[in-house]
Each structure stands twice: as C-alpha cells, then as structure tokens.
Nanobody, 126 residues
Framework: VQLQASGGGLVQAGGSLRLSCAASGRTFSAYDISWFRQAPGKGREFVGSIKWSGRITYYIDSVKGRFTISRDNAKNTVYLQMNSLKPEDTAVYYC????????????????????WGQGTLVTVSS
C-alpha cells in the first residue's frame, strides 16, 4: 500500500487549504483513512478519520467545525479541507491507514496504523 499526501503550503491565519491523500495498491473503498499531524517539537496527533463507507467521520475537538474529511473512492483519494486555519494548526500532516477492512472501530493511536504517507507541511502565519 502506498499513500501520498499533498497540498500543504503557507497560508495566513483564517485562510484555507485542502490536503489530498492518494492511495494505491489495494481496494481503497474497504479501508478507513485517517489524518495525523506533528507540530514542531511535539508528538504525532490524531486529527480525524473517515470510515471506509465515506458516510462517517471523526475529528478531534480542536478542529471540529473547521476541518472536513471526505473521500472519492473512484479516485482512490481522501481530502482534508481545512478552513479558518490558526497558527496552532502548523504541522506536518500525514495520512494513514491500516489492515482492517470494513471496520466499525475508529483507530486513533499512531501504533494502530500500518501505512503512512510521507507528510505534507502546513504553515499558518499569524
């Protein structure tokens, strides 16, 4: 399985960015995809997840109402739309997946994921 994250960049506070995670190597529609981020000097943090069906999403409280995860199974791609960005959102963002198929469980720990994208840097200036 290969994941490739893209779309990061420099944006002013209050601005928006859309990250993409393109997947290859297996039946994309059977797997959940999650986003993590790692701010400078900090550990990797779960941001949110979209279930394999695309109908259910989860977010951490700090991004609820600002971030939206969606997926296009025909394009094997998951998106992270980030609005009203804040300087504290500055981080390297990673997409990740694991070996569970059609799962009802939401994995939020880093060690529950088997495959990671290379990360894309988001910098929010104040």
């Amino acid at each position: 399985v290969q994941l490739q994250a893209s779309g990061g960049g420099l944006v002013q506070a209050g601005g928006s960015l859309r990250l993409s995670c393109a997947a290859s190597g297996r039946t994309f529609s059977a797997y959940d995809i999650s986003w993590f981020r790692q701010a400078p000097g900090k550990g990797r943090e779960f941001v949110g997840s979209i279930k394999w069906s695309g109908r259910i999403t989860y977010y951490i409280d700090s991004v609820k109402g600002r971030f939206t995860i969606s997926r296009d199974n025909a394009k094997n791609t998951v998106y992270l739309q980030m609005n009203s960005l804040k300087p504290e959102d500055t981080a390297v963002y990673y997409c990740a997946t694991n070996r569970r198929t059609y799962s009802s469980y939401v994995a939020k720990r880093e060690d529950e994921y088997d495959y990671w994208g290379q990360g894309t840097l988001v910098t929010v200036s104040s």
